[in-house]
């Protein structure tokens, strides 16, 4: 997950991890929060950050 207002870590750094990842089988999405800041689970709104992290997981188990 990335925050839409970050500045110390651009979006395309998240995405080239996506190039680094040495385990073919690994499932790596990229998923933008619009109008969060860096501390995307400690700030208001946090529930829909962990709604939206926990249905990434219940996708895959």
Wanted: with cysteine; glycine share 10%; hydrophobic share 35%.
């Amino acid at each position: 997950m990335s925050a839409g207002v970050v500045r110390c870590s651009p979006r395309g750094r998240a995405a080239s991890y996506k190039k680094q990842s040495r385990n073919e089988h690994a499932v790596t999405e990229i998923i933008e929060m619009p109008g969060r800041g860096h501390s995307l689970t400690i700030d208001g709104g946090w529930r829909e950050v962990c709604d939206t992290a926990l249905a990434f997981v219940k996708r895959f188990v």
